[in-house]
């Protein structure tokens, strides 16, 4: 079967660094997003890797890892407005999008 | 640039009662679209997606249906809702490219009384 781990909640200090784990076991591997939600809204785009490595993009970067099944998002400088769930998903071979549940992250003054 | 409208934004109906919601792109031609539905404090599950007009792919099956009339027009309906039909359900659309991103629709909460 087809499987994406990920934490279900993190907590964290505003102005503090938080990385969130996601693992996967799919049937191939064409990709990996994570995305942004907040409370009550939709899922919002925030990264893509394909090759091993990190991809940086402002405070969020994200990392993965492809023999390992394995990807993080670290955020930076964590403000109020970061608290949201983070949902990792893996394109398979058939180019389908395979969601992991999200990790709720809650942000501490 | 691309846009996608889901609407409404929050619906309340009663059990047994039909079921019509609607989402549009616009600034693309020839979209994947997805209709998602998402429990709370669960993950996402895929319900249908399609890839041309026409054409209908069901993922879970339930009560529920979807159609592509157009385009850039998917339509996720019910003949009866369920109380287990409540949840909060997002449209979304991606380009045909393999590695694009999918972009969702502001979503609509259903509770079904």
């Known amino acids: 079967g087809q499987n994406i781990d990920q934490p279900t909640e993190m907590t964290a200090t505003e102005g503090a660094i938080v990385q969130i784990n996601c693992t996967y076991q799919t049937s191939g591997f064409n990709g990996l997003f994570w995305y942004q939600q907040h409370a009550g809204e939709a899922p919002t785009f925030l990264s893509y890797n394909v090759l091993d490595g990190l991809e940086e993009k402002g405070r969020f970067s994200s990392f993965l890892s492809r023999s390992k099944g394995y990807s993080y998002l670290l955020l930076k400088e964590l403000q109020m407005k970061d608290s949201a769930s983070y949902l990792c998903a893996v394109l398979d071979s058939n180019y389908q999008l395979i969601w992991g549940a999200g990790t709720k992250l809650i942000i501490k003054p | 640039s691309q846009t996608i409208h889901q609407w409404p934004a929050t619906l309340v109906q009663p059990v047994g009662s039909p079921l019509s919601l609607e989402c549009t792109v616009e600034?693309?031609?020839?979209?994947?679209l997805y209709w998602y539905r998402q429990a709370a404090g669960r993950g996402l599950q895929l319900l249908f997606y399609?890839?041309?007009?026409?054409?209908i792919s069901s993922e879970v099956p339930q009560n529920l249906s979807a159609s592509r009339p157009q385009d850039r027009q998917f339509i996720l309906s019910s003949k009866k809702l369920l109380l287990s039909d409540s949840g909060f359900y997002l449209c979304a659309w991606r380009d045909t490219g393999d590695n694009s991103p999918l972009h969702f629709g502001n979503g609509t909460r259903l509770t079904v009384t």
């Open positions: 600034g693309t031609s020839n979209p994947n």
């Open positions: 399609s890839v041309g007009i026409g054409q």
